[in-house]
């Protein structure tokens, strides 16, 4: 995982980054002038790396105090990223990511950026005929509507709703679905319409 002066580790989740080979991952987190926590993420040089080992931490830069720094070059596992892990972390629970991109794409795997979706909204995927064209959409879409089209039976509709997180929609809609889960909104849309379910989706009601 990878951030910057992050208040909050949840911040750096879902900013992944993929380290060189004479990389480790890495994770800094310091307490500044004012009492807050910060952390820092992503990746350092393997040399750098020992050093930091050998010293047992770094030095503290001005204007804060390193609390712990640590690297490590385990794969990915169930618990994310291994430097999620460091500097006496609990594994977390990681996030699940929607591919969001503006505008439209020409083809499934062509939107190559993952963001957590606000509370109240799930992963969406369409497909658009532009011109005569075959083109994708990628986002985040409301929760409710989502539901409301599952609920009346209105799997052949399309969804709409001003302001979508995907900007730049355009053509003729032919296929839109919701889903829930990492990433599963980089499938074909057909079938991700075929395998919504109510049960999947909350009404807008507050729960819990």
Do not use: W
């Amino acid at each position: 995982m990878r951030c910057t002066d992050a208040p909050d580790i949840t911040e750096c989740f879902t900013n992944l980054a993929v380290c060189g080979d004479n990389e480790e991952c890495y994770l800094e987190k310091s307490t500044e002038e004012d009492l807050s926590i910060v952390y820092n993420a992503g990746c350092r040089s393997h040399q750098v790396c020992m050093i930091m080992r050998a010293m047992s931490g770094t030095p503290g830069r001005r204007r804060r105090l390193v609390n712990c720094a640590d690297c490590c070059s385990d794969a990915p596992d169930s618990n994310g990223p291994c430097n999620a892990q460091l500097c006496g972390l609990t594994p977390p629970q990681m996030p699940d990511t929607c591919a969001v991109c503006d505008g439209v794409h020409a083809d499934v795997q062509s939107c190559n950026t993952l963001a957590t979706c606000p509370p109240n909204e799930v992963c969406f995927t369409g497909i658009r005929i532009v011109g005569t064209r075959v083109r994708y959409v990628f986002g985040c879409y409301e929760e409710r509507v989502c539901y409301a089209m599952v609920a009346n039976n209105n799997k052949t509709d399309s969804l709409h709703r001003p302001g979508r997180v995907i900007h730049g929609d355009q053509g003729m809609p032919i296929c839109d679905a919701c889903c829930k889960g990492n990433k599963c909104n980089v499938a074909d849309c057909f079938q991700v319409k075929a395998n919504m379910t109510l049960s999947d989706f909350n009404n807008g009601t507050i729960t819990g």
